[in-house]
């Protein structure tokens, strides 16, 4: 598609395409609970800055980013990882609510968890995250995360990005 482009990592070995018109923000950000490798965001978004689990993160108020982290407990399985991610949330997100998750989708080509929430982390947001485990101490996920008046606005294109997601190796 002419109007994507294309970002590369090659020591994950991932390939995801994006609206050309939409901001690449800062890639390889380290927090205490993963890597974020990219955040990209629509055109025109507000930036927005909180303090969320002792890191001031300073992002996008609608962004889609992508995540290096290590599971809970190692050799976990989707099932197991995406109880605890959610035990996690509702322990450090505040209001957070479930609306759907389940662990029957795919990322990539490989058997993924899909989670959708609202929350409040310094303002009120939806999020929707789905991730794969790609060894046995590590998830790939993509976030979604939008206020809940432009979630169903970038919906359509955020599931083109999560689509054009390939993995090698």
Do not use: C
Not at 11 to 33: E, L, R
Not at 96 to 124: C, D, H, M, Q
Not at 127 to 134: A, E
Not at 142 to 165: K, W
């Amino acid at each position: 598609n002419s109007g994507f482009t294309t970002y590369q990592d090659p020591i994950y070995g991932i390939d995801i395409s994006y609206p050309s018109d939409w901001v690449k923000g800062a890639t390889d950000q380290d927090y205490d609970y993963g890597t974020q490798i990219l955040a990209i965001a629509p055109p025109n978004t507000v930036r927005a800055s909180v303090v969320t689990n002792g890191t001031d993160y300073a992002g996008f108020a609608t962004e889609v980013g992508l995540w290096i982290s290590d599971l809970f407990e190692d050799g976990q399985s989707l099932d197991e990882y995406l109880s605890d991610l959610i035990d996690y949330h509702n322990e450090t997100r505040e209001d957070n609510k479930v609306f759907g998750s389940n662990t029957n989708t795919t990322l990539a080509g490989r058997p993924a968890y899909y989670l959708i929430e609202e929350n409040n982390e310094g303002w009120e947001t939806k999020n929707m995250m789905v991730g794969t485990i790609i060894d046995d101490d590590t998830i790939l996920e993509i976030e979604y995360a939008a206020m809940p008046q432009d979630y169903n606005r970038y919906l359509p294109i955020v599931n083109q990005i999560i689509s054009s997601l390939s993995l090698s190796g």
